[in-house]
């Protein structure tokens, strides 16, 4: 029986939307999970996270590996009660930040120094049936990742749901590598589901990853790989293209390979955009994660209802120093029901007050809320085409 009760379908493309059961409780679906890297919403306390409608969180398995360790959280008795959130945690594998370090680093600002140059700390030393040696990112010593560390790492962390270990292929790899890099990602993930088969905790959901870069027929390959195996959900990871039409033809391919049939959860990794998000739901998809909503908020860009500027607002922008407006008209968050102005916010965030960065947040986080509040009743109610084609177009959530 699947994790996920799909309660309607839309009729006019593939979306869906339902309940995804888990040992911590229920996430509506479609929906967006805040990423909580390092055991934490940067900036936010947990109790705000749930305020703001969300039902669950992503907890980083490389990150929380190297720093504080997965038996430090496993004595607090694991995630949940570490970082204070009761409700539902799914993790990653750790694949997508061990295999960045050989194809590009992770992101400055979650490693917390610089990501290029050959003296630079964390970086790949070998890549074998086995598993992944790197060195850390936090002190140069050398560590190794496979299938079933990563799958350890994430019983200890305690998740709810569970992603198993795979390479991560950047968009610039030809397809021979790709090729091979797929196939062992699946040799993979039969070591991940036979150590969760006998370590696993119970109530622990496994999902496999969907690999195969930008070709069709190993996408499609990949995804049916996938759904053979008894994974209780499964994820579309790995190079999606060199733009937004490329990404959704790639999605489009492995969610066809499934079927409609197929009613197991379908998550999406590392993507956020507005449009993304809507157009990722026609397609079929339950959830989502990416950096993107708080990341944009410590940098002081705030999401609106602005298609032509990629529904983003710069508050740093010299021209917002005077203005009374709020982000956004008729917004319920902090930032903007507390009547607090582009010229206060703008001043806060040169100013580096860390007041400015947790309201944006709040504001981004209360955006992508709301829009998927409103994809879910828009699927429920068979109005989806026109609710989408109202936020294209600019209309709020």
């Given amino acids: 029986m699947s994790a996920l009760q799909i309660l309607h379908r839309d009729p006019g493309s593939q979306a869906r939307a339902g309940v995804l059961r888990t040992a911590h409780g229920a996430v509506r679906t479609p929906a967006f999970v805040p990423l909580a890297t390092k055991a934490t919403v940067k900036g936010l306390e947990?109790?705000?996270?749930?305020?703001?409608?969300?039902?669950?969180v992503l907890g980083n398995t490389f990150h929380l590996f190297l720093e504080p360790g997965a038996d430090l959280v496993a004595h607090f008795n694991g995630l949940h009660d570490f970082m204070g959130w009761p409700h539902p945690v799914i993790t990653d594998s750790g694949g997508f930040q061990v295999f960045?370090?050989?194809?590009?680093?992770?992101?400055?600002?979650?490693?917390?120094?610089?990501?290029?140059g050959p003296?630079?700390?964390?970086?790949?030393?070998?890549?074998?049936?086995?598993?992944?040696?790197?060195r850390s990112y936090i002190d140069g010593s050398e560590r190794f990742m496979g299938p079933e560390t990563s799958m350890e790492v994430q019983a200890k962390l305690g998740a709810d749901i569970a992603l198993v270990?795979?390479?991560?292929?950047?968009?610039?790899?030809?397809?021979?590598?790709?090729?091979?890099s797929t196939e062992r990602t699946h040799r993979w993930l039969d070591r991940c589901?036979?150590?969760?088969?006998?370590?696993?905790?119970?109530?622990?959901?496994?999902?496999?990853?969907?690999?195969?870069?930008?070709?069709?027929?190993?996408?499609?390959?990949?995804?049916?790989?996938i759904a053979a195996r008894?994974?209780?959900?499964?994820?579309?990871?790995?190079?999606?293209?060199?733009?937004?039409?490329?990404?959704?033809?790639?999605?489009?391919?492995a969610l066809c390979a499934l079927g409609d049939d197929d009613a197991r959860p379908r998550h999406l990794l590392g993507i956020g955009d507005v449009d993304d998000l809507i157009r990722g739901v026609e397609l079929g998809v339950d959830t989502f994660d990416c950096a993107m909503p708080t990341r944009l908020g410590r940098h002081g860009?705030?999401?609106?209802?602005?298609?032509?500027?990629?529904?983003?607002?710069?508050?740093?922008?010299?021209?917002?120093?005077?203005?009374?407006?709020?982000i956004m008209e008729g917004c319920p968050c902090p930032a903007c029901s507390g009547g607090?102005?582009?010229g206060y916010l703008r001043y806060l965030l040169k100013n580096r007050e860390l007041t400015g960065v947790r309201l944006l947040t709040l504001h981004n986080l209360a955006y992508l809320a709301r829009l998927m509040v409103g994809l879910r009743a828009a699927i429920a109610g068979g109005t989806l085409a026109a609710h989408a084609a109202g936020l294209r177009g600019g209309a709020a959530p």
């Fill in 46 to 56: 947990p109790r705000e996270v749930a305020a703001l409608g969300y039902d669950m």
């Fill in 100 to 116: 960045s370090m050989g194809h590009g680093a992770v992101a400055d600002e979650v490693k917390g120094r610089a990501p290029t």
């Fill in 119 to 134: 003296d630079r700390m964390g970086r790949v030393l070998s890549i074998d049936e086995d598993g992944v040696r790197f």
């Fill in 165 to 180: 270990f795979d390479e991560c292929t950047p968009f610039h790899i030809g397809r021979e590598y790709t090729a091979r």
């Fill in 193 to 225: 589901l036979a150590f969760h088969e006998e370590h696993g905790p119970p109530g622990q959901l496994v999902y496999g990853i969907v690999q195969g870069g930008v070709y069709e027929d190993l996408r499609i390959a990949s995804a049916q790989e």
């Fill in 230 to 253: 008894p994974v209780d959900g499964i994820a579309i990871g790995g190079s999606l293209g060199a733009d937004k039409a490329q990404m959704y033809e790639i999605v489009g391919w």
């Fill in 301 to 326: 860009v705030a999401i609106v209802p602005d298609p032509a500027n990629r529904w983003r607002v710069d508050l740093t922008a010299a021209r917002h120093k005077q203005s009374h407006e709020p």
């Fill in 340 to 342: 607090h102005s582009r």
